[in-house]
């Protein structure tokens, strides 16, 4: 029997059965099904318009993640159109609960959501006491402060947990403090655990929630105080799918003090993960090792460096760090940004090759980076600043040409300075033989710029060293932040905003 033939009934429940993945298709078969699926087509379109790309501050509430699920429970289809998650909701608490009517005060509609929640397969695999995870959720609800909004939700996985088709989701900051280490995580920790592992399972006919999450995006601002554990995200770099990971304020440094450690709690890998962009971070040559051991197909990796709250890396060792990516995924990695959105201190070790970058044809810097004694010299500058007896002290001039330290195959080189304060010597020391390297041996090197923050004077270094100068916000009324001069930073800046809501 044909599709045409069976009873027209049977394929209305067929099609509605199609959505959302194979509506598209099948109505394009031929132009009977297409009229007969018109009702089908106009509800995918209504639907993927309206939820795709999602947020948790569709209603005068703040936070309204338990929201999204009543909408889910009112109709579980919804949950499969939702492909852009974005949770991290700006507005204050100021109001937001006076004379607000909403489902939460329907004892039906309560009961609706707490039947479909106490169902969902991910708490029964995880022996979870569905009770108490209710429990915990709507406690949540009620203790939520503006102060106090840096805790990890249930309510928050409970919404993961329920979503097959997600690709890009941006955390809320009260991730800030996860970690697996701490007691009161212990629940939702377990509950996320589930999810994770059964999304790498292959069962049914249906996608598995999360098994499609291919973006992580930031959850937090830019700033001294402002500081979120790397640990926190871990969990969802299990996920097989993800490959693109995006971040700001993210710390890895195990100081015993004001920083954060990064550990790598399972033996899996991070296979898909090829893109990690980490700005406005403060994370140490440790931290940075923890991570990209894991990730062995990392193709871009961009970091820029923020001194955070209490000092945490008030100096910090860009040697060590450059040299751990290199060591881990110096052989993959074809795009590398490396620079300072603040550094309070010294170079403890300055950048002195980057010829482990066996394939590296995109690089950008800041001068910065470099004004520190290499590794190999034994000294150090900075609070715990060394000099082996009898050495002669580093300085500037002691920093070898760009040139020298790039592999041969590099195809564009940007460099990021504040000439002629601080950086005129270090300048200078950077590109005094680019002419000679570039005929010698970087034969492929076709752009190398010299980019100056809000002034010109540099021109003259870059014209006697064959390079381009390009100006930052120069003769500006209101420049930009100096934060914002890198290329990847506002490239970074734009990828971002395109991937959320």
């Not at 751990?324 to 002195?352: F, K, M, P, Q």
């Not at 950008?364 to 900075?382: A, K, M």
Request: aromatic share 8%; glycine share 6%; hydrophobic share 35%.
């Amino acid at each position: 029997m044909g599709f045409l033939s069976l009873p027209p009934e049977i394929i209305d429940v067929i099609l509605d059965l199609s959505l959302p993945g194979g509506i598209e298709g099948l109505s394009l078969v031929c132009k009977a099904i297409y009229g007969r699926a018109q009702s089908q087509v106009d509800r995918h379109n209504a639907l993927k318009r309206q939820w795709g790309r999602t947020s948790n501050y569709r209603t005068g509430r703040l936070d309204d993640t338990l929201g999204l699920l009543n909408a889910i429970a009112l109709n579980p289809l919804v949950a499969e159109y939702i492909e852009v998650l974005d949770l991290w909701d700006e507005r204050g608490l100021d109001g937001e609960e006076a004379e607000l009517l909403d489902f939460r005060g329907d004892e039906d509609a309560m009961e609706r959501v707490k039947e479909f929640v106490t169902s969902l397969p991910f708490l029964k695999e995880a022996n979870i006491d569905t009770e108490e995870w209710w429990n915990r959720m709507m406690q949540e609800e009620t203790s939520r402060t503006d102060e106090d909004n840096t805790e990890v939700s249930c309510t928050t996985i409970t919404l993961l947990g329920v979503l097959p088709n997600l690709k890009s989701i941006r955390l809320d900051p009260g991730w800030q403090n996860f970690s697996p280490d701490a007691e009161q995580y212990a629940l939702p920790l377990s509950g996320l655990a589930s999810i994770v592992s059964r999304a790498s399972q292959a069962e049914g006919s249906r996608q598995r929630p999360l098994s499609k999450v291919e973006t992580i995006l930031p959850f937090m601002n830019t700033g001294y105080e402002e500081k979120a554990a790397l640990q926190s995200i871990q969990p969802f770099l299990e996920l097989e799918s993800i490959s693109e990971l995006y971040l700001v304020s993210a710390v890895a440094v195990d100081d015993g003090y004001t920083g954060y450690p990064f550990v790598w709690n399972t033996p899996t890998l991070a296979h898909q993960l090829t893109r990690i962009e980490l700005a406005s971070c403060c994370i140490d040559a440790e931290g940075i090792s923890e991570l990209l051991r894991h990730t062995p197909s990392l193709t871009v990796f961009n970091y820029s460096h923020e001194t955070k709250w209490h000092g945490c890396e008030h100096d910090w060792n860009a040697g060590a760090f450059v040299e751990a990516v290199a060591r881990h995924c110096g052989n993959t990695i074809t795009s590398l940004g490396i620079t300072i959105d603040e550094l309070y201190g010294d170079i403890v070790n300055g950048v002195s090759s980057l010829l482990s970058f066996h394939n590296l044809q995109y690089l950008e810097v800041d001068v910065h980076i470099f004004r520190g004694p290499p590794l190999e010299s034994g000294q150090q500058q900075g609070h715990n600043a060394m000099v082996p007896e009898g050495d002669t002290p580093w300085n500037e001039d002691d920093i070898p040409c760009i040139g020298s330290m790039m592999p041969d195959n590099i195809v564009e080189a940007q460099i990021n300075t504040d000439f002629p304060e601080p950086d005129e010597k270090a300048l200078n020391s950077l590109l005094k033989n680019l002419r000679s390297q570039r005929k010698e041996r970087l034969h492929k090197l076709e752009r190398c710029i010299i980019r100056q923050y809000t002034a010109e004077s540099a021109r003259v270094f870059a014209e006697r060293a064959g390079a381009t100068l390009e100006t930052f916000d120069f003769e500006v009324d209101d420049p930009r932040a100096r934060t914002m001069m890198p290329s990847w930073k506002r490239e970074f800046d734009e990828r971002v905003s395109k991937l959320r809501p």
